[in-house]
């Protein structure tokens, strides 16, 4: 590899704020005070707080120097496994600071916010359409939210039955979150084991599955990047037992518009829309995590809800059998704005196609790579694909120095070390929105990061060396983290 978009250019140091500020500098000229000055008691106000004088292009160099420190999906690829990074078009910023949404106070009365709550109340029928389920709450504000909300209607779905269940089955390849999500309602998480071919079978849950068992939360596609083909069989045989189902679809990416999650026999079902419906994510968010059920569990859904009477929308907390509320207001309406925008302007045929492209180029590195890392499953992938660094060990280099590397070559590191099922992971999700080009050059990285582990190993070893912050020691970082300002 010749060429990478990384380099060793300017690298602003850039000091704290009161050590820049100087007694008297003015950022801001004030207008003067044209009404009497009333003040209370003088014992309450402090008349310095520490905060320091700056000028404005003091302010302005400081936060360009601290934004050209970090790395973002508008700067370049980022192939975290699992997390979905994939470009977030403009338009739909542009949408969500329209004024008649961005000036919207949420304590405006339902007859002057008939737009905003119109909008929200179609998004809830986008959703159900695109998954195949029969209702949705807007509220929850995160995927983990929302897994959340799915747990609290299913205690509340088994108390209303007159019988509380004390299980859920987690298996081995869920997301994380999923075994806390159940211990916060009060859950024991049940693991159950994939098989050879990356998925759960049938026979193994229902060693497990019994009367005292809520239900299962099964991550589809799962964090191997494989759809779980037993579905449909391990969803009749949790019912038989009166359980309940709860899909975790934060990889959606890979089935949008293709799978019918109620067909697959899915109750309850959570969606990432800072992932799948490409609204900002992590530092860019906040997120939102919408929660779809089947129609026997909609009465326990959050309030308060949209509802349309009569040509007119409300917000409506007559649902007696609702779980209550989860979020202040009505959830985090600039991201489910975006969200909508996406859906509008991608249609259903594009919304599909987002997904077979998806698939398309996690398969492409996995065929491209498999000779040179280690693939534990080598099968046809969804929109991930895991490697491992069992190539790379008989010259003890681990998968966190090849990440190391990898920032070197201007990319950001995939996710390392997870799923657990597969020791010294590499998870790679290149997502739709990146093209053959870009990513020939990051399996062109990789493929160059592997002769060096075998030839000059010293050099991962001491990865990355172009950036401002090199090598932290992580053990200390965690053990003695220094959070003084």
């Known amino acids: 590899m010749t060429e990478t978009s990384a380099t060793t250019g300017l690298i602003f140091q850039e000091p704290l704020l009161w050590e820049i500020g100087k007694k008297g500098r003015i950022g801001f000229s004030m207008p003067e005070n044209d009404v009497p000055e009333v003040l209370p008691d003088q014992k309450w106000i402090r008349k310095d707080i520490g905060l320091p004088d700056l000028s404005e292009v003091n302010v302005v160099r400081h936060f360009t120097r601290l934004s ?14 699992s997390c979905t990074m994939k470009y977030n078009p403009k338009i739909n910023e542009r949408l969500a600071f329209l004024p008649g949404f961005a000036d919207a106070h ?21 959703l159900t359409a695109i998954t195949g389920m029969d209702s949705v709450t807007l509220q929850p504000a995160a995927g983990a939210h929302g897994e959340l909300c799915g747990m609290l209607i299913f205690h509340a779905y088994h108390r209303k039955k007159g019988k509380d269940r004390s299980r859920i089955i987690v298996p081995d390849t869920a997301h994380g979150t ?30 497990v599955m019994d009367e005292d068992t809520a239900g299962i939360m099964v991550t589809n596609p799962n964090t191997l990047g494989f759809f779980e083909e037993n579905i449909r069989e391990i969803s009749a045989i949790v019912h038989a037992k009166g359980g309940l189902v709860y899909g975790d679809g934060a990889n959606m990416n890979a089935v949008m518009g293709i799978v019918d999650m109620g067909a697959c026999g899915i109750d309850v079902l959570h969606l990432n829309l800072h992932k799948t419906f490409s609204t900002p994510h992590g530092g860019g968010g906040p997120g939102a995590g919408p929660v779809c059920v089947r129609k026997h569990l909609e009465p326990f859904l959050p309030v308060p809800r949209v509802i349309e009477e009569d040509g007119r929308f409300t917000l409506s907390s007559d649902f007696p059998d609702s779980i209550g509320r989860l979020h202040a207001f009505y959830g985090n309406v600039g991201i489910l704005i975006r969200a909508c925008g996406y859906i509008l302007s991608m249609g259903a045929g594009n919304l599909k196609e987002a997904s077979r492209l998806a698939v398309l180029n996690a398969n492409y590195i996995k065929e491209k790579l498999k000779k040179t890392f280690h693939l534990p499953y080598d099968r046809t992938c969804m929109h991930e694909c895991v490697f491992s660094d069992k190539y790379q060990n008989s010259s003890k ?8 590397r ?3 070559f201007g990319f950001h590191p995939p996710t390392i070390y997870f799923p657990l099922v597969v020791k010294g992971a590499m998870m790679i999700e290149p997502t739709e929105t990146e093209s053959r080009e870009e990513i020939d050059r990051f399996i062109a990285a990789m493929e160059q990061i592997a002769r060096e582990a075998e030839e000059q190993p010293d050099l991962l070893r001491d990865a990355p060396r172009k950036c401002k912050v090199r090598r932290p020691d992580e053990v200390q970082a965690a053990r003695k983290p220094c959070l003084c300002s």
């Open 397 to 404: 280099i681990t998968t966190l120095d090849m990440a190391k």
């Open 106 to 126: 949420p304590l405006l009365p339902d007859c002057l916010s008939q737009g905003i709550l119109r909008l929200m109340f179609d998004l809830q029928n986008y």
């Open 178 to 207: 999923n075994p806390s999500s159940a211990a916060l309602c009060g859950y024991k998480a049940v693991s159950v084991t994939t098989n050879e071919n990356g998925i759960l079978t049938p026979e193994a849950v229902a060693a």
């Open 68 to 81: 050209q420190w970090n790395f973002g999906i508008d700067a370049g690829m980022y192939p975290l496994g």
């Open 406 to 408: 990898l920032i070197d």
